[in-house]
């Protein structure tokens, strides 16, 4: 029986990435040095689970910071379908464990065509290292459970000061805009506790009607589609019912109409573009529905149902204190449930399709 629970390593977090903040120089230094030695046209992000979520989040403060299309890709997808490749081109492989065989076979791949490629990885001991060109370290330790949190905010970190450290090195920013960006993920980061106490009270005045939900919509707009769709694995992964993710406005054009009286929404709502007609949706579904949530203040909606986690709301950084709500969701309504997650649903398929090499034991 594993002792380590997903609330240990949502506390872990804040020191996880206060560090990976503090080392970026160290732990990104190479790969900036080598982005500003390559005329690079397209930076390709391939991963799976919770690492493509990550990648999905990443990419638009990657673009602003690089200056190059910026392309989240699954790691089965660019192994087996993707057909339009350059010499020019960067892949990036993603995974917090290393031993993805999807994301292995992506490595693989890039190396036969002889296109420069990285792997952002916790552990460089693992599969993937051994066979990728360069490294970058995820330094957040391991993680001894199924549905990563602690790791999934590292990654995202991780990746952004990457951007950081090469757009230094290129140029792109000056000494000055680069402290202020360390600076601002700095604040964020600090902010995690408030973040978790807010949403654990948040958690407990919901609750009689939290645990009911079996059927759930989270929404999410920029950036935050990202941690929309990581909040929803998280819940798909413990929680075990029907979570679905959607950007804003793709919701409106169609899964709208499904939103029947037992059928919850969660709404991420960081005040950035965006916030205004989320806003305006929030208000409302919750006057026609009564299982309507927010993470982020809403205008005119004061409610219970409202999560004021006391959030930064930076431009760029958001993404970081935003998915830990619904990391805690998913822990507070599982264990709530009462669901042990020691039982799989359909124990024989992870014998028959493994998706690890090396699966990473204790």
Known sequence: MDDHTMLEYIHETKTACTGIIEKSGKLCGKFADNFAQKKYKRIILVASGTSNNACITAKYFMEKMLKIPVTPMTAYSFAHYENVLDKDDLIVAVTQEGESTNTIDCLKGANELKIDNYVVTEDLNNTCTQIAQHKVTIDCGREFVGPKTKGYTSTVLTLYMMAVEAAKVTGGIDEEAYAGYKTRAAATVDNLDTVIERTEAWFEVNKDDLVKCECCYILGYGANV?????????????????????????????????????????IVAPRSYGYERANELYKVISSQNQHAYSIGEQDGADSEKVLNGGFINDEDFSTLEYCVPLQLFAYLLYTAKGIDLNIRNYPRTHGLLPTKANPVRK
């Open 226 to 266: 990202g941690t929309a769709t990581e909040g929803a694995l998280k819940s798909l992964e413990t929680v075990r019912y029907t979570f679905m993710a959607f950007e804003v406005e793709e919701f409106l054009h169609g899964p709208l109409a499904s939103v029947k009286p037992d059928v919850y929404t969660i």
